[in-house]
């Protein structure tokens, strides 16, 4: 509208702001994840237990975990949706050399 109006300053000055205002909220959005999300596929459900225990030698921080189907679908192998507590930098792929780990994501 206010370029109809001729005022060209003024709609550059909120554009700017507009623009700088999405970028800022974004940065803050991606630093406010609070928890990191692992999904874990393991080959055979009766080795659950000392996959956890490997999962607390690996993992540096606390942690909770959920059991599912298997997004594979492969019969006998286990989901597990391993959520850190904190945010972290860390290597998911290296989770896959763990005994029985098939595969390792970040969600």
């Known amino acids: 509208m206010a370029l109809g109006y001729g005022y ?16 800022l909220f974004a940065r803050f959005e991606r630093k406010r994840k609070s928890a990191e999300v692992i999904y874990i596929e393991i080959d055979n459900a009766y080795k659950v237990n000392e996959v956890l225990k490997e999962l607390e030698r690996e993992i540096p921080e606390s942690f909770t975990y959920q059991i599912f189907a298997p997004k594979s679908g492969n019969q006998g192998s286990v989901g597990l949706n391993v959520v850190i507590d904190k945010r972290i930098d860390m290597d998911v792929s290296g989770l896959s050399s763990i005994e029985n780990i098939v595969f390792a994501v970040e969600e």
């Open 8 to 23: 060209y300053v003024g709609a550059a000055a909120v554009t700017v702001l507009f623009l700088s205002t999405i970028v």
